[in-house]
């Protein structure tokens, strides 16, 4: 990874006048921490230099472990989005063995919260009733569904 990177990306966004930007990053497997201290220096770069921009991001499941998550959410973001995907019961067949439905509902919710679920995987109404109840309990602001436009694509 390019340690310049967090500097140059606050810099690029401060010339452009940007009011709003969404960081997202892909899965960083090969690095320890899932790439967290990168996201976390970037949004701190964003602050400094621009501080009046809201900085949202979009980060993965980080592995499950907390303390990336908690580097992340430390940063001064002013959103924390992670999708969830599915409901519950089709978690093990759309997402990575190691993001569970559960881990992804372990985190602390003191900053704007943001989710999403795909639907057209299979879900009954009842379980999409039951991941909004999940995802209303720890706290989640903002919530959004993705409609598959096919038939089912997970047959159980």
């Keep these: 990874m390019n340690p310049e990177e967090p500097l140059n990306t606050a810099k ?12 997202t990053s892909v899965d960083r497997d090969d690095l320890e921490d899932g790439g967290a201290s990168h996201i976390a ?10 501080p009046a921009t809201l900085v949202e991001c979009l980060v993965p499941d980080f592995r499950g472990r907390l303390a990336s ?16 995907e ?41 379980e999409v009733l039951a991941a909004m109840r999940d995802l209303r309990e720890i706290g989640i602001t903002s919530f959004s569904f993705f409609v598959i436009d096919s038939l089912p694509l997970i047959k159980l």
């Design 12 to 23: 690029a966004i401060a010339d452009w006048g940007l009011s709003y930007v969404v960081l």
């Design 41 to 50: 220096a970037t949004v701190q770069h964003l602050k400094k230099e621009c």
């Design 69 to 84: 998550v908690e580097t992340v959410l430390s940063s001064g973001l002013d959103v924390y989005a992670h999708n969830m």
């Design 86 to 126: 599915t409901v519950r019961r089709l978690t093990p067949w759309v997402r990575d063995p190691r993001a569970t439905y559960d881990q992804s509902l372990k985190f602390r919710n003191e900053v704007v919260t943001k989710t999403s679920l795909m639907l057209g995987l299979g879900e009954t109404d009842e």
